[in-house]
């Protein structure tokens, strides 16, 4: 069945560092979401990717889906504490049965 | 707060007991689901409603037990569970299970099995 891997598994940086999240379905993905989630609480819907090649940005955050929409990044640039949590890939299996990635676990140090 | 309301928020049931997890969405929603988040492990799609009919059942054992009453609410009837089964339990609602729209979750029932 259709698998969703996220590297890395955790990232610690320094407030001010960048980070990033990579993303690999074993399927093509008719479209790609991103979710946060912060510790203690639930899955919050950040963005979603259509188009090959598609890159999107949210102030600090910047989303990109693959050529091939196999696979999709997340880059945080210059991260402060409020960015920390983990953030998950999902890919749509057949309409909207989401298959969450292995998530990226972002901490944050001053 | 995000639309989706889960009760109770936390439950620790024995292995013997019988208990139900509620969700309720107030968004007008087609579609809920309910997933599992276990620890070191990506979240797992459970059950898939829409229009208060069952969609989708991933292999998931008889001792949990869906129940959708009606679009706006959905249950997950829980007996003779293993303690593996500790987990968050979280329930999502979208506007169509057949369209790509996004997700909308609850905050979740922190389930402990001893």
């Known amino acids: 069945g259709q698998q969703v891997m996220q590297i890395p598994q955790y990232q610690h940086v320094q407030e001010g560092e960048d980070f990033t999240t990579y993303c690999n379905s074993s399927?093509?993905?008719?479209?790609i979401q991103w979710y946060k989630q912060r510790p203690g609480g639930h899955p919050v819907f950040l963005i979603q990717l259509v188009k090959s090649g598609e890159v999107k940005k949210q102030k600090r955050l910047t989303f990109q889906f693959g050529e091939a929409k196999k696979n999709s990044s997340l880059h945080i640039t210059a991260t402060q504490t409020t960015d920390v949590g983990t953030y998950f890939c999902a890919g749509p299996r057949g309409g909207n049965k989401l298959t969450f990635g292995t998530g990226t676990q972002l901490k944050v140090e001053l | 707060e995000t639309g989706v309301t889960q009760t109770p928020r936390h439950l620790v049931m024995g292995m013997t007991n019988k208990k139900s997890l509620k969700c309720e969405q107030h968004?007008?929603?087609?579609?809920m689901y309910w997933y599992k988040q276990s620890a070191k492990k990506p979240l797992e799609l459970m059950f898939v409603y829409s229009l208060e009919e069952r969609v989708e059942n991933n292999s998931v054992p008889s001792r949990f037990s869906p129940e959708c009453p009606n679009s706006s609410h959905l249950f997950l009837h829980l007996h003779t569970l293993q303690p593996e089964d500790s987990a968050l339990y979280l329930c999502a609602s979208s506007q169509d299970q057949s369209r790509d729209t996004e997700a909308f979750f609850g905050q979740g029932t922190r389930l402990t099995v001893v």
């Open positions: 968004l007008g929603h087609n579609a």
């Open positions: 399927t093509t993905l008719s479209n």
